[in-house]
């Protein structure tokens, strides 16, 4: 044991005096804390985004619609039954002016796998152009065109079998708005009211002009919001489908775009659900009160009830018909109660479902706090393996090595007594760094005080590496190399980068090959995911076999360097 | 006190030593002397117990060394050949690292690092960092550290190469107070003048193996001798060899050079001399250094 301390101080000393060391070991936390905090600043900034809305789209243009279907057959007929006279056209462009003309309100262009589409006019009432849309609507997902061009090519590869074209103007709900708390909206102005906070909304008039801001790196996505997406909203049967255009070159972007995007727009369907729910609900009650049921004025139940008591007072003496009326009474006052208890029932769902995002620890997280742990797990290893391999070598360059194995000293002190020092110190260095980045950042740790124990586990375990890579060195710069060279493709391997799951069977099995792994999973559980001692019990007990089974295998390693 | 054994050793097919066999005596300083390459580390790593030799053994005491056997290992000091210790610590940290791996308490530790400053002339800069330290300075540090366990025997892998002459010498007087003390010495070499100067016995080791054994003087005669130069006029040779004859030396002609060798010149120069009389043109005595007699001897074996 007296060895031990022996070396154990002198190796104390020697990082102590050895700058370059003292640098990486001192400094390191803060610059990549520094770092950190610098990254993550500004984080939580709304993402920025681009907002097409077709309803808003210039005047006078022409609404392109396009359907994936097979019941084109069906379609074409329902067309030709509905319309008054059917006009046929041999191009796009006479079907267009005949749109701008005024020959015809709408336009079907069906698309036959390597022919040229067939054009078909006709002049359609509005009413019809409504039915029309609802057919094929029911029979297919249709989607906006802000030109032929591209509903004959759409962007995402699916093929179109069905092209409709009408003037923008005569398009059915067109700019239609919604009431939301006693506010009307329409649909820039719903996406605006759920995103706020989330993301930043910059309004396009065009797709190509939003697409070009995309290219340009001024906004991380765009929505295209399709026509009469209100009343999508609103219609009982409808689905809108809402193209979001996302700049893929950069997936954590990307990923944070898709996120926020899918976040704003549940809850606008959620709203709209609501006071879906709550129209049905007033109107339920309106059946019972009288007034306004959906546009059509009706006497309510109770009024009827009503005034089937007054006829049934004036049957006094014609108990026979007296009975019939008290029948009808019956029926009015159990539909009363029903509808009343239908409304009472469906107002307790139309509250507002709240989602309430949080993390298992306990409170939302940010990427800042994601990003932490990976952080401190990395700069373990990194300073670890270095500071292992570092120790041993110098011993090796100032020629001590050989000294040592002369004296009472075996293998296992030499190398074990490097292995405690340093776990105490990149313990120490990291610690500092859970501590800046807690105190300083106000990153969030839901359990610091088991974190500090994965670290100094994972300090153990890393360094345990250093001490074999030291075997193969000589010289320090060939240790510092070589950590370089290990420490590397191990990062890769532990998921930090690219997610485990993502990977091959077979990497998956060989990241369990590295304390790392263990190191980074135990670390964010209980720092983010609210995990306690007998959770992470067992990867700490791994991390600290990996260490002990380096410690066996640095121990060996030396005492047959010693023996050459 | 340490005998070697037809020791030989192989580095994986290369034959670094054959059948050594040497005997060191307690309290000689041995030299061992040889050219680059002539296996003088390779004995040493064995005789520290670092390595086992391929046949052959060593006795110690008269005990047989294994390699890694602890009791030995406390029993010998090594100096390795390049200075060793840690540049970051101070000669006095050096010094008391080494004592406490060597199993020494606080209190017995203190007082045997003083005593080794004071030993190696090192005492006013104990508290500098060794990598400021010249090589002489890194040699007696090294050396101390050798001895901080007081072993019996040292062993010393050519502890003053790349010295200059003045830290050399001072190496050498701390390697004489060493013999003075009781202490066993095998010191490395290719430094004839430095062996021939503080070496008891010398063994000279030419490409693994034993050629020579003695005290300088042993091998100075056997290797060579001192010899006499003379130029005479012509026709001289007659007088020279009658001369040479009734003293009971030798000659021999070397170009226009004759030789004249054997026991005691300097006494019979004024015989030669007079003997010689007229015909002695210029007479040149030369003391024959160890580093005469060992390069002739290199000459003659070939190398
Ligand atoms: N570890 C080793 N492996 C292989 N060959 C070695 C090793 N050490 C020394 N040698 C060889 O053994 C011979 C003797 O080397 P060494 O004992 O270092 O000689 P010296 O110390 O007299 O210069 C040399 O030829 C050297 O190349
Ligand atoms: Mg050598």
Redesign the pocket.
Known sequence: MRGWTALFIKDGKLILRNRLLLVVLVIYPFLIMGIMGAAFYDAGRPVPLGLVDLDRAEEGGIAWLGATTDEVPALERRFRYRAVRVEEFGSCEEAEEALSTGRASMVLAIMTDGESPRWLGADLTADQVELTLEDVREASSMRDYSSFQEALEPRGGERNDLVLALREKEYPHIGESIWLDKESYDASGLIMRFSSGVAEVTEYESEEEAREALARGGIDAVIVLPRAFVYRLKALNETAIVPVIIDQSNLVKAEFAETSIRGFLSRVKDGVAEEKMRAVVAGLYVLVTGGDFFGTEVVGLGQIRENLETIKGALADRPELAELVEGGIDLATTVIEDIEEAADYLKGTALPVELDISSTAGRTLSAKDAAVPALIALSILWTGVLCGAILMVVEDEEGMRERIALTETGPLALVGSKLLLATVVVFAQSAVMLVLAVAAFGVFASNALLALLVIAAASFSCIGIGLVIAAFARQVAAAVIMSVLVSFPLIFMTGAVYPLSQMPSFMQWLAHAVPLTYAIDALSGVMLRGEGLADVAGRVGILLAFGVGLLAAGSMLARRRDA? | MISLLGVDKE??G?R?LSGVSLSIEEGEIFGLI????????????ILSGRMDPTRGEILFQGEKVEARHPGYRSRIGLVP?DPACYGRLTARENLGLMARLYGMGREEAVPRVEELLSWSGLMEHADRQARHFSRGMLQRLSLAMGMVHSPPVIFM??PTSGLDPEARSSLWELISRLSGEGKTVLV?THNMEEADHICSRIAI?VK?RVREVGSPREIKGLLGADRLELRLENGAEGALSSVCGRLGLAWRREGDLYVVTGENIPGKLPEVASGLAGSLRDLHYREVTLEDAFLRFMREVGE
């Open positions: 050459g | 580095y994986d290369l670094a040889g050219p680059n390459g002539a296996g003088k580390t390779t004995l040493i790593r050949q892998d050519e490395t080791l693994g």
